[in-house]
């Protein structure tokens, strides 16, 4: 009976000192355990496009809302007129819905938009950044519609504007999938001054989130600590 008992001692003996020479390399090796990057690109988009016939006509003082969720849908672009008073209201024309917050790591983004006016040149529009909720106020951005190549089509000039997000330090922002952009008609003063009026044909956000598995040299570590742990409850047993 003593002899088995030594015995039993010496085979746990030996496992556990496999085990602990499994956790030895399982650290050892986890610097270098291969990090396999998932990218998907992600996009929202408001209004369609020039084609559809569905805009955003924007007039002095008159503020345009786009509130871009991609985790869920439900999101709403809003018009207002200079008083505040809701004007037009809009549901996504392509909702996205597919980042994960907390697993995916923000790469790229780019915020778009088409704008067009019979007097494009002329135009000017202040493009605000905030967090989702409205309450947190990040930048101003001041654009002339003008300054950018448009093409005409029926006697409206349409520009495209795309605005790298990573420019202006505002990656982190959309880390929960959710942002927020404003897009002003200030208006202009001057005798010979056009109106600042335009339309807005789209609004859109692409980004690009990364997700970041596992480590296979996490598994092996955490493999082993589970083999050491399930081996000296059972020696305890």
Known sequence: MLTFRLAADFIRRRWLKRCIDGLLVAMMLLPLAPMHLQAQMLTEVF???RTD???????ENWT????????????????????????????????A???LSGVYSVEAATLNFTFSSTDLPGETAYIRTG???GDTFLGEYHY?????????????QYTNL????????????????????LVIAPEQCGWFTPENDFRIDQASLDVEGVS???PAGVLLLGSAVLGIVGLRKKKCA
């Open 212 to 214: 970041v598995p596992v």
């Open 53 to 59: 016939g569905d805009y955003f006509e924007v007039y």
């Open 144 to 156: 002339s519609l003008g300054a950018f190549p448009w093409i005409t089509d029926a006697s409206r």
């Open 162 to 181: 795309s605005i790298n997000l990573a420019d202006f330090d505002l990656l982190d922002e959309i880390a929960d999938g959710r942002f927020v952009s």
């Open 64 to 95: 345009a809302r786009f509130a871009f969720n991609l985790t869920a849908p439900g999101d709403l672009a809003t018009l207002t007129d200079a008083g505040g008073v809701l004007v037009q209201s809009e549901t996504p024309t392509l909702d």
């Open 47 to 49: 209004l369609g496009d």
């Open 131 to 133: 967090i989702y909720d």
């Open 97 to 99: 819905v597919d980042f």
